[in-house]
């Protein structure tokens, strides 16, 4: 990237950060505000080893205005032997956006490892608790691709009526998806409704969150303070900031 990482890449090579660059293979329209970009991992797969896991993502470089710009997303069926993976983009107004809808074969892009973890929850939950929205889409799927045999039930907040098509790894016969349109509020009032009759015991349930920081904060309060679940049974992260 012409003109360096800045003070944030700075930070992170003192964080020991792990540099690579992604090559672009293609790309796919899942929606029309939906953009999946396929790519070569860049040595990233074989680096990272059996630290790889479920929710993994790495930080992406973009240049805006000359200055450069970094966003977070998951990695999305990463495969070590070929070494390649995909990453999706929920498209709105954006520097990321308008990269991942210009991406074309050859094109590369700088990428920055740092900060990506994922600690199971033990005892191993009996019923995962999902909550998101489609830019932790990629993040739900690969935690669902990690408890193959453990039931589900997902709150999916959808702003298009073609987020309805989005590829949600869901099974009907063991994931209960409750879709919630985005409004003022509704996503946080359905989960208050809805989830606490599915936690049996506080100290047992698990519950994932990531949707915008807003409503992460607010839902995050509310799981631990009010229904009392520990900090180790609450995956929380803010994934963006509303307008």
């Given at each position: 990237?012409?003109?360096?990482?800045?003070?944030e890449?700075?930070?992170?090579?003192?964080l020991?950060?792990?540099d690579?660059?992604f090559?672009?293979?293609?790309a796919?329209?899942?929606?029309?505000?939906?953009?999946?970009?396929?790519l070569?991992?860049g040595?990233l797969l074989?680096?990272a080893?059996?630290?790889?896991?479920?929710t993994?993502?790495?930080?992406?470089?973009?240049?805006?205005g000359g200055?450069?710009?970094?966003?977070a997303?998951?990695l999305?069926?990463?495969?070590?032997?070929?070494?390649?993976?995909?990453?999706?983009?929920a498209?709105?107004?954006?520097?990321?956006s308008?990269?991942?809808?210009?991406?074309?074969p050859?094109d590369?892009?700088?990428?920055?490892?740092?900060?990506?973890?994922f600690e199971?929850?033990s005892p191993e939950?009996?019923?995962l608790?999902v909550i998101g929205d489609?830019?932790?889409l990629?993040?739900?799927?690969?935690l669902?691709d990690a408890?193959?045999q453990?039931p589900?039930?997902v709150w999916?907040?959808?702003?298009?009526?073609?987020?309805?098509?989005?590829p949600?790894r869901?099974?009907?016969?063991?994931h209960?998806?409750?879709r919630v349109a985005?409004a003022?509020?509704s996503?946080?009032?359905?989960?208050?409704?809805?989830l606490p009759?599915?936690?049996?015991?506080p100290?047992?349930?698990?519950?994932w969150?990531?949707c915008?920081?807003a409503?992460?904060?607010t839902l995050?309060?509310?799981?631990?303070?009010e229904?009392g679940?520990p900090?180790?049974?609450v995956?929380?992260l803010?994934?963006?900031r509303?307008?």
């Amino acid at each position: 990237m012409a003109g360096g990482k800045g003070w944030e890449g700075v930070v992170l090579k003192l964080l020991r950060g792990k540099d690579f660059t992604f090559t672009v293979t293609g790309a796919q329209d899942v929606t029309e505000h939906f953009r999946r970009v396929h790519l070569s991992d860049g040595g990233l797969l074989a680096a990272a080893g059996d630290s790889l896991h479920p929710t993994m993502w790495v930080r992406l470089w973009f240049e805006n205005g000359g200055k450069p710009h970094q966003r977070a997303y998951t990695l999305v069926d990463p495969d070590p032997v070929a070494g390649t993976f995909s990453l999706e983009f929920a498209l709105h107004d954006g520097v990321a956006s308008r990269w991942a809808l210009a991406a074309a074969p050859g094109d590369t892009i700088e990428a920055t490892v740092q900060g990506t973890g994922f600690e199971r929850p033990s005892p191993e939950p009996e019923l995962l608790l999902v909550i998101g929205d489609p830019a932790s889409l990629p993040a739900i799927n690969s935690l669902l691709d990690a408890y193959p045999q453990t039931p589900a039930t997902v709150w999916f907040e959808t702003q298009h009526a073609s987020d309805e098509l989005l590829p949600l790894r869901a099974d009907s016969a063991r994931h209960d998806v409750r879709r919630v349109a985005r409004a003022d509020g509704s996503l946080v009032e359905q989960v208050k409704a809805q989830l606490p009759e599915l936690v049996a015991d506080p100290a047992t349930a698990y519950v994932w969150l990531a949707c915008d920081t807003a409503t992460t904060r607010t839902l995050t309060g509310y799981l631990r303070k009010e229904l009392g679940l520990p900090k180790q049974r609450v995956n929380s992260l803010g994934y963006w900031r509303a307008a």
